[in-house]
């Protein structure tokens, strides 16, 4: 029992996803103090306000709070654009350099020399006029 366990503990994927989780919770520390304390703070400068807490539509005396709603949206698509541009693409680029070109597919067919029809690469005979072909 106690060694079904400890192979189940020692999985390789078990393993990843335990190193991921915790890169991920430290790796969010970053993510957010560099949306909070620097990118939003250029939109306030631009914008003149830091956040949008404060704006609130009132229907039928209850409070609608879509400040709260616009912190969240923009504070999600500032976090999507830095994983992708500093995360995704580059992590893609680098990737991309090291596969190297895509190999060449041969040609699945050819032209027959006879009646210029197309036929498997792999024939000796044309289907359409029987002529062998090399």
């Not at 078990?14 to 909070?36: C, E, H, P, Q, R």
């Not at 609608?64 to 912190?71: A, C, R, T």
Request: aromatic share 10%; proline share 7%; with cysteine.
């Amino acid at each position: 029992m106690l060694k079904g366990f400890r192979d189940f503990i020692l999985r390789g994927n078990v393993m990843d996803l335990a190193v991921a989780f915790i890169m991920g919770a430290a790796f969010n520390a970053i993510v957010t103090s560099l949306v909070k304390d620097v990118l939003t703070q250029f939109i306030a400068a631009i914008a003149g306000k830091p956040d949008f807490s404060t704006v609130v539509v009132k229907v039928n005396g209850t409070p609608i709070m879509i400040g709260n709603f616009l912190n969240a949206t923009i504070s999600f698509l500032i976090v999507a654009f830095v994983v992708y541009f500093f995360m995704v693409l580059p992590l893609n680029t680098l990737m991309a350099k090291f596969k190297g070109p895509a190999p060449v597919a041969p040609p699945a067919t050819k032209t027959c020399a006879e009646c210029l029809s197309e036929i498997p690469a792999a024939a000796k005979r044309c289907a359409h006029c029987t002529q062998p072909v090399a």
